[in-house]
């Protein structure tokens, strides 16, 4: 009888252990390289100014290590379980790179199309000379001339985001 207590003891000692390892939630999967993974995520710049989420839509789907989305946002998710979240800020650096002061263009307005009338944040395509098209946003407006940022809107700019992993597929 008391080999069977001693048993029984034994064996829900060791179910409590193989609980606190794997968690109450049954040993949730980790997100490693070549998941799919499913995220809801917010991002936020250094003031607290929301640039996007997928609050109220579909999460974002993407498979770890394909290397499709900003290397800082796709580090953040490896290692994350599901169900949980973390807040990270990515340097510009990991985000959408550094802004360049070359990518801003003054254009006479000679140049444009007779029937173009710019205003200030509007967005263009102008056409490179490799033939590729190019969105830029006009920063400027003056008689003789405007003036176009290449620039993504996020270059240059350290990123704050809120990411939970909500399914590995």
Do not use: W
């Not at 394909?66 to 979240?85: D, H, R």
């Not at 008689?143 to 992993?165: M, P, Q, R, W, Y």
């Amino acid at each position: 009888m008391i080999n069977k207590v001693c048993s029984l003891l034994l064996i829900t000692l060791l179910s409590g252990i193989v609980l606190l390892t794997n968690g109450c939630n049954g040993g949730s999967a980790i997100a490693n390289d070549g998941d799919t993974v499913r995220v809801h995520y917010t991002g936020t710049l250094e003031d607290g100014t929301t640039f996007d989420t997928s609050v109220g839509r579909e999460p974002l789907e993407f498979t770890l290590g394909e290397g499709k989305m900003i290397p800082g946002f796709e580090k953040a998710v490896y290692g994350l379980k599901v169900g949980k979240s973390k807040t990270v800020t990515i340097p510009a650096e990991e985000a959408y790179g550094p802004y360049y002061d070359d990518l801003v263009l003054v254009v006479e307005r000679e140049q444009l199309p007779a029937d173009l009338d710019p205003k200030v944040d509007q967005q263009l395509q102008m056409q490179q000379a490799d033939g590729r098209t190019a969105v830029v946003i006009v920063t400027d407006v003056s008689e003789t001339t405007i003036t176009v940022d290449a620039n993504h809107s996020l270059e240059g700019k350290d990123l704050t985001f809120e990411i939970e992993l909500v399914e590995i597929k």
